[in-house]
Structure formats: structure tokens, C-alpha cells
């Protein structure tokens, strides 16, 4: 039966004869609000950024899956981290143990990183790395690695995510209160925007809010609010926000309801582009593009019949591209089992390089413009989104929201009722709660990670260290805890340390002693 409501509760017609809603300018592609697309001629020029995220077991290991993608068209790279790794924690930490290389490789040293980028032209090719709390010391080892080999840090280019709210919010992989968490944030963007200037500083996360359960109007409203957040700490700070807000990215998710995801997009752009000029005076029209980039929805993948993951990334990718996207990442078929593998993942670039070679979608720009029923839902967003940015604007912003633990409880509720919905047959999910078949066994090639690479990556740590000079590294964090204590900014400190070979955990136990760690508040509705 036809839906009389979409996920984010926005009543459905059987047909639209006319735009509705409050009208709101489009523009031209290119122009001011950017509803139609960030560029004039969007793809007519130049592709999306074909960025499949790879990254497990070692560093070896996933600078092979790396050139793997290269070699097959991959144009820009994206890294997965392993658990111990986004916690801030060396992989021979007794809280490491049966994590290290499961979810994403670890890197611990320079050295790791070192081999991770091995062969790889860091001045040609753009490095996403998906790293949170301790994305400056990770961003460090990389210019670490630039400065070895004599590349000027003008020369690179990438993005770190480096978006601690949305793990208060959605994932969980904090460590610091959010006070520190925030000075890291703004050190990153003075420090880059100074010596790393073509570096984005930030990659503001709505995927990871909509994997937890948001529904898409939740996805737009939050992450505007946490991207509010960041503006607010960067002024206050003292940085001008028409030199960080260029290099400002955002990372969303492409769920299943299609034409709902191709509205959210221009939607999020118009809300973003209001928001910078109006609310921040950000007067560059840079700052007031939202530039994105998109992996297709986890959570929607299934462990049964994994082939139908195929249909849903391809739906969703479109969504993106139709959307308007400046990077994609389109998920493996057997990711609801297992990292992908090789064949998996060069299947998923395969569906991005189809789409824009063979579909024609990108022959024309915005071409689901003027369409009543994108319109009007594109309408229908822009105002309930506004809505719930208000409302995160009366309690104080967003991390008032996070603290008090309203924004989490949201999300909840939202996740809760999607959940009832499958549960009770109303929101079908093919080859799960209808047309099922057999006993659910899965019967395909899965990647494992094997024992053996946890005891062989500390190995290889507990070498490095023995091999250092310990004094240049005691001394080395000596300085950044001075720095942490006191006003300096943190990124050549941590620049120096990780060269002179400070470990990733090393580094995040001196910020622990000096920053604290941070309890989440339970809420209990």
C-alpha cells in the first residue's frame, strides 16, 4: 500500500499539479542560495570524486587495497580507522585487545603512516581520513610524512573529519569534555588555514546521525546546528570565518526513500547558505556553499540475500549524485556481514562509474529541478528543519542540546519507531520481512581479519619505540602538555612529536592527564 506519511513525517499526495509550500528562491546552479547545485556546470565539467572508504588490518595491508582502487579508477582516497585508532589508544593498550585492525587499520606512529601512503603521490591524490577526537595528531603524522619527503603543505590536499559533536551525539568514540574537544577543532582550522590552506578542517557529519536513526529532517536540522557550533568556537576564537568556512565539507547519508534524499541535499545547501551570510555575515560566497560528501546508508544493508544491497547502494548513489554531491562513497554488498572485500569493493566503484558514464544523469544540470513533487518536499524540509534548529537554538546550540542529552533522545525516538515500523510490516524491507526466503544462511566471500595481525602490529609497535630516541620523545610531549595547559596552539606540537616518534596514545594519554576524559550522561526517558 502507497504511504499516506514519508520517515520525516511529511504527509504524501497521490499526485502534485503544483509546487507547494512556502516558496523559496532557487536561483541558478552556481548562485546564491545554491539550492541547484554548488557549480554552474556541476558534473558537465568535472565528476564527483569517486571516494571509496577502505582501511583494515595493517598499514601494509590496506595500502594495497588503496592502490587496488587506484588502479581501477578510484579518484580520490578515504580512510577507515580501527576502534583503538579513533579512541586515541596504541594498539598494545590492554583496552585494544581483539580491536586492533578489525573495523579499519591502525596506525599508531609516523611509521604506520608511513607505509599506509606508501607509492601513494600525496600531492596528486586527496586523502579523506575518517577521525574524530584524535584527528590532529592523525593529521600530523600526514604532514609528518609530507615533510619527509620534502612536499610542501600547500601542495596538499584532503579532509579530516575531525567532527567531535556528532560523537556526543551519534557514535560514541569521544574522549575528551567537549571545552578541549572544541579547542582541538579550532586549532586544526587557524593552523591549516595558515600552512595547510587547500586542507578541508573539518567534514561536519550528518551520516552517522541518520545511522543512529535520525530522520532526515533530524539529519539536516543537527548537523547545521553542530555546524553553527563550530562557526560560533572558530570566531570566538579569533579566526576569520571567511578564511575556515571555505574549507568547511559536510558528510551526509543517502537513505532509501529516493526522492526524499535528492530534496534533503538542496535543501541542506539553501539552509547552509542562508545560515553563513545571515546568522554569521560570512560574506565570501564560499562560505556560504555547502559542500558535501555522501556514503550510502549502512544501517539499510542486510545480511540476507546481500545481492539486494547491490539495487539499494545504486538507488541511493543516484539519490546522491541527482542530489548534487561533491564526493561518493558507495557501500559494499556484504558490509552487513563484514568488511568488503577486493571484488566487493571494486563492485561498488563499478555502480559510481556507471552512473556517470552510462546513466546520461550528468548531461544536465539539476535535472529533477522544477519537479512539483522534489519541489514541494524540498519546501517541506527547508521549514521543519528550521524549525528544529530553532528549537536547538533556544536551548543554547547544540552542545548545550548534547549535554543535557535532548539531541540524543530525539534520535532515539526516531530510530524507535522506524524499528516498530519494519517490526510491524508497515515499512517493508525486501528479503527481510517480506518475500523471504530459505533460512537466512549467507553463502559469499567474506573478508576476516585474522588473529595474527593484532600480534604482529604490536610487534612492530613495541620495535619503533625501541628503536627511537626516548629523550627527544619525552621532551617532545613534554611540550605538549605546556601547550595543552596553556593557550598555544596544539598542531605543531603535535607535528613534532609524531616526528620525532611519539605514538598516537602516547600523545592522547598527556591530553587525558591534562583535559580529562568525558562520562556521558545517562538519560532515562
Known amino acids: ?135 590532529s595528531i592523525l593529521l600530523a603524522m600526514v604532514l609528518a610524512v609530507a615533510r619527509r619527503r620534502g612536499i610542501p603543505f600547500d601542495k596538499l590536499g584532503g579532509t579530516v573529519q575531525n567532527d567531535v559533536l556528532k560523537e556526543y551525539v551519534a557514535r560514541g568514540t569521544y574522549i575528551y569534555p567537549p571545552e578541549p574537544s572544541m579547542r582541538l577543532v579550532t586549532d586544526l582550522m587557524a593552523y591549516c588555514a595558515e600552512h595547510v590552506p587547500q586542507w578541508n578542517t573539518i567534514s561536519i557529519s550528518g551520516y552517522h546521525i541518520r545511522e543512529a536513526g535520525s530522520t532526515a529532517v533530524e539529519e539536516i536540522a543537527f548537523t547545521l546546528s553542530n555546524a553553527k557550533a563550530y562557526l560560533r568556537a572558530a570566531r570566538d576564537a579569533g579566526i576569520d570565518l571567511d578564511v575556515v568556512a571555505p574549507r568547511i565539507s559536510f558528510f551526509w547519508n543517502a537513505h532509501n526513500d529516493f526522492f526524499e534524499e535528492v530534496a534533503k541535499f538542496r535543501a541542506a545547501r539553501f539552509l547552509w547558505a542562508h545560515i553563513t551570510r545571515e546568522e554569521f555575515a560570512c560574506k565570501d560566497p564560499r562560505s556560504q556553499m555547502l559542500r558535501f560528501h555522501t556514503q550510502t546508508a549502512g544501517s539499510t544493508l542486510t545480511a540476507q540475500e546481500p545481492d539486494n544491497n547491490v539495487v539499494r547502494v545504486t538507488l541511493q548513489a543516484l539519490a546522491a549524485v541527482l542530489g548534487g ?14 568488511l568488503p572485500t577486493a571484488d566487493s569493493a571494486k563492485l561498488a566503484l563499478r555502480t559510481q562509474q556507471i552512473i556517470g558514464y552510462e546513466s546520461g544523469v550528468t548531461d544536465v544540470v539539476d535535472p529533477l529541478a522544477g519537479s512539483y513533487y522534489v519541489e514541494s518536499l524540498t519546501n517541506e524540509l527547508i521549514e521543519r528543519a528550521r524549525g528544529v534548529i530553532a528549537e536547538v537554538d533556544e536551548m543554547g546550540g547544540s552542545i548545550a542540546a548534547i549535554e543535557s542529552g535532548w539531541m540524543q533522545s530525539r534520535i532515539a525516538d526516531s530510530s524507535y519507531q522506524a524499528q516498530q515500523a519494519i517490526e510491524r510490516g508497515e515499512a517493508v524491507v525486501v528479503g527481510v520481512n517480506k518475500f523471504a526466503e530459505g533460512d537466512g544462511e549467507v553463502k559469499i566471500p567474506l573478508q576476516r581479519i585474522e588473529d595474527r595481525i593484532e600480534r604482529e602490529q604490536v610487534d612492530r609497535l613495541q620495535r619503533f619505540r625501541a628503536e627511537r630516541d626516548n629523550a627527544l620523545v619525552a621532551a617532545r610531549l613534554d611540550d605538549v602538555r605546556a601547550a595543552a595547559a596553556g593557550k598555544d596552539n596544539l598542531m605543531p606540537h603535535f607535528v613534532e612529536a609524531v616526528d620525532a616518534g611519539a605514538t598516537l596514545g602516547e600523545i592522547c594519554n598527556v591530553l587525558r592527564d591534562v583535559f580529562g576524559v568525558y562520562r556521558a550522561k545517562e538519560v532515562v526517558a
Not at 111 to 132: R, W
Not at 325 to 338: I, M
Open 325 to 338: 554531491t561533491q564526493s561518493l562513497h558507495t557501500n559494499g554488498k556484504d558490509e552487513a556481514l563484514a
Open 1 to 135: 500500500m502507497a504511504r499516506e506519511f514519508n520517515g520525516s513525517g511529511v504527509p504524501l499526495q497521490a499526485k502534485y499539479d503544483r509546487v507547494q509550500g512556502t516558496p523559496h528562491e532557487l536561483g541558478e546552479p552556481g548562485s546564491f542560495p545554491y539550492t541547484r547545485g554548488i557549480r554552474r556546470d556541476m558534473y558537465r565539467g568535472r565528476l564527483w570524486t569517486m571516494r571509496q572508504y577502505a582501511g583494515f588490518a595493517t598499514a601494509a595491508e590496506s595500502n594495497a587495497r588503496y592502490r587496488y582502487l587506484l588502479e581501477r579508477g578510484t579518484t580520490g582516497l578515504s580512510v577507515a580507522f580501527d576502534l583503538p585508532t579513533q579512541l586515541g589508544h596504541d594498539s598494545d593498550a590492554p583496552i585494544a585487545r581483539g580491536e586492533v585492525g578489525k573495523v579499519g587499520v591502525a596506525i599508531d606512529s609516523v611509521a604506520d603512516m608511513e607505509t599506509l601512503f606508501d607509492g601513494i603521490p600525496l600531492a596528486e591524490v586527496t586523502v579523506s581520513m575518517t577521525i574524530n577526537s584524535p584527528a
